[in-house]
């Protein structure tokens, strides 16, 4: 096995290291207990899935990966949180003024690093593919441009896109359901009673 991960070139090495990454920043998103650290390590996994692409000569999906999903998606998902509010078991993981977790001093800077590290991993590993001439070579060759990307999305794909963009329409308005407090909301017939 040493033999074969010796064996590998530039490209499959770096390709393999951000998969790796993408694969720590999920896990680190499945098993947070804060909300907004979860986001944090989704958008690295997010980075780093769109240097895998960058990597197999697509840099158009890679774009439309940082653009789309650690753009437009996680600005959804902040929405979400703020229209949601931080719930009981929220706050418990979350430091207080005094910077402590559990009755425990904990620095500011601990919180952070995880995404920290992983982002500066993959933006050292991007730098490198990018002034690496060989891997440049190997990418040019097989680059996939926006004209077969167009066809392909909206050509026999065009149905499984829409259904996904109104699955996270209504994911957004079912979690909006279940997280609203009782009594939110107006009861058209105490409105009616009390004023009528």
């Known amino acids: 096995m040493i033999s074969t991960f010796i064996e590998l070139n530039p490209l499959q090495l770096t390709f393999y290291f951000a998969a ?32 895998c692409f960058y990597l197999m000569g697509a840099p158009f999906a890679a774009g439309l990966e940082v653009i789309v999903y650690a753009g437009a998606i996680l600005v959804l998902f902040v929405f979400a949180i703020m229209m949601f509010g931080l719930g009981q078991d929220e706050t418990l993981h979350a430091p207080s ?17 995880g995404p920290f590290l992983l982002a500066l991993l993959l933006l050292t590993e991007l730098v490198y593919a990018i ?12 680059t996939i441009d926006a004209k077969q990307v167009g066809i392909l999305l909206y050509g026999p794909y065009l149905l499984a896109v829409e259904i996904a963009s109104f699955l996270l329409l209504a994911g957004l308005i079912g979690g909006y359901h279940f997280a609203k407090p009782e009594g939110v909301g107006l009861d058209r017939k105490k409105d009616i009673g009390e004023h009528g």
């Open 20 to 51: 790796l990454l993408a694969i720590v920043a999920s896990l680190k998103v499945v098993t947070g207990k804060n909300t907004v650290h979860a986001l944090l390590y989704l958008v690295v996994s997010l980075l780093a899935v769109a240097v």
């Open 97 to 113: 003024v005094d910077g402590r977790i559990y009755g425990t001093k904990v620095n500011k800077f601990n919180l952070w690093f």
């Open 131 to 142: 002034n690496s001439g060989e891997i440049q070579a190997k990418l040019t060759s097989n």
